[in-house]
């Protein structure tokens, strides 16, 4: 099976070497002068790893009209429905920035949309535990919302920690 990632930020090199061991991987990433353009290879699946955009619907469709993979994965954080747009499947990254490959060998990858079932052995075959949905949507949502969460606790802490302060507390142990 033949993949290719494009973009070789913090999220696609994480991938790569997630998935380098377990089938035929190859990269782009358009900020990197002088790179192979791989326009005589089929790939079975192309996986977008770049920030969201105002173009990036627009980018993903000449990728696929580009490279013409059997799927899609977006792995980027999107708003709900970029995926069906996209007619690509949603999987999103879950980790720390900068320990990304550690996250995505530890947490289960959700994988969203109508043949979601059809790219989950290529994580499986990467040993990482895989949970399926029926809709993009919902691990687009899924990822918003756990980033809205992880935004509250990071207030919460910092709220915590000037009430220390303010009361002369050791913030690490209240």
Not at 40 to 59: E, G
Not at 102 to 112: D, H, L, Q, S
Request: charge should be neutral.
């Amino acid at each position: 099976m033949k993949q290719l990632i494009i973009g070789m930020g913090e999220v696609g090199t994480a991938l790569y070497h997630v998935l380098d061991d377990s089938s035929n991987i190859y990269s782009f990433d358009s900020k990197i002068p002088n790179q192979p353009q791989w326009l005589s290879i089929k790939f079975d699946i192309m996986h977008i790893c770049f920030s969201y955009s105002d173009n990036f619907i627009s980018q993903v469709k000449e990728y696929q009209e580009k490279y013409t993979p059997k799927q899609t994965i977006i792995h980027s954080t999107v708003p709900v429905g970029t995926s069906r747009m996209c007619r690509a499947i949603h999987s999103p990254i879950r980790g720390m920035h900068p320990r990304l490959e550690e996250g995505i060998r530890t947490f289960p990858k959700f994988i969203g949309g109508e043949q979601a079932s059809e790219v989950a052995d290529i994580f499986r075959r990467a040993n990482i535990r895989v949970v399926l949905f029926d809709k993009p949507e919902t691990t687009e949502a899924m990822k918003l919302f756990d980033t809205e969460y992880y935004r509250l606790c990071i207030e919460f802490a910092q709220r915590v920690k000037r009430y220390c302060n303010e009361h002369d507390l050791n913030f690490h142990e209240v």
